[in-house]
C-alpha cells in the first residue's frame, strides 16, 4: 500500500512539474572516475582500480529558487549501470542538509547500503571553488577548472576508506536526459533493503512514468567506456 502511494505520488508530481518529481533541476555532467582499488564492498566496479568515463548529475531537490538553500543532488552513472545517488548531508552521513552550494559540504546516501562487511554509507567530499546552487552557473565554473568529488565507504565502527576520485569536467547539452534508479541499476552485493528499496523503486518508476521517460540503460559492461545519453525533450530533464 505504501509503496503504490509512493508511486502514485511521484507520478502526480511528474506531471504537475512536467519534469521529474524531486531534483527537477539540474545539469547532466561528464566526467571521469578514477578507482583506487581499496574498497573491498564486493562491487567490482568500486573495488578494482581503474579509470572510467562516467555520466553525473549534479541537482536542487526542492527546486528552491534563487540562492535559497537546498538539499542537494549528486548522481553518477558507473558501468554495470550501477547509479550512485547522493544528497547534502550534514556532519553524520545519514542527517540530509540543505546547502547553498554545490561544493559546500558532503553528500551522502543517507541509508546505509548492506555490504558484505556491514552497513556502509557512500559519502561524496568535494573539492574545489565553491559553486552556487543554481545549474545555470555550472558550465561556466567548469569552464575554469574541473570539480572534484572523493567517493568514500563510510562506516560506524571503521575509519571511511577512499573509494575512487569523481572529476567533472564539462556540461553536457541541455536536451540530453537519462533515468537515474539506485534500486533498478544496484549491485546484489551494494542493496538497499527492505520497505524503503520498495517505496524507492516505486517512487522511481513513477517519476519516470509521470514525464514519460524510459529506464535508460545507459553504460551496459563492466569495461571501460564512454557514457552515452539519449536525446529527450528539454521538459523532460532531470
Given amino acids: 500500500m505504501a509503496a503504490d502511494l509512493a508511486g502514485a505520488l511521484s507520478e502526480l508530481g511528474a506531471r504537475l512539474r512536467r519534469g521529474r518529481a524531486l531534483h527537477p533541476r539540474g545539469r547532466l555532467l561528464s566526467g571521469t572516475l578514477e578507482v583506487t582499488g581499496a574498497g573491498d564492498l564486493g ?9 572510467y568515463e562516467v555520466i553525473a548529475r549534479l541537482s536542487k531537490g526542492g527546486s528552491l529558487p534563487g540562492r535559497l538553500p537546498d538539499v542537494l543532488g549528486l548522481a553518477t552513472r558507473l558501468p554495470g549501470p550501477l547509479d550512485i545517488l547522493l544528497s547534502t548531508c550534514g556532519a553524520a552521513p545519514w542527517l540530509l542538509w540543505p546547502r547553498a552550494g554545490f561544493t559546500a559540504g558532503p553528500y551522502s ?52 576508506r577512499h573509494l575512487a576520485t569523481l572529476t567533472v569536467r564539462t556540461t553536457l547539452p541541455e536536451s540530453t536526459d537519462l533515468s537515474f534508479d539506485p534500486i533498478r541499476h544496484g549491485h546484489p552485493a551494494l542493496r538497499i533493503g527492505g520497505t524503503l528499496a520498495r ?36 521538459a523532460d530533464r532531470l
Fill in 43 to 51: 562491487v567490482p566496479v568500486l573495488d578494482e582500480p581503474g579509470r
Fill in 109 to 160: 546516501s543517507v541509508v546505509p547500503y548492506l555490504t558484505h562487511a556491514g552497513p556502509v554509507w557512500l559519502v561524496a567530499m568535494p573539492e574545489g571553488e565553491n559553486v552556487p546552487a543554481r545549474p545555470a552557473l555550472l558550465p561556466e565554473a567548469l569552464a575554469r577548472g574541473p570539480l572534484l568529488f572523493h567517493l568514500l565507504a563510510a562506516r560506524r565502527d571503521a575509519p571511511a
Fill in 199 to 234: 517505496l524507492r523503486r516505486h517512487a522511481y518508476g513513477g517519476s519516470r512514468r509521470g514525464r514519460h521517460a524510459r529506464l535508460d540503460e545507459g553504460l551496459s559492461g563492466a569495461e571501460p567506456a564512454r557514457a552515452s545519453v539519449e536525446p529527450a525533450r528539454a
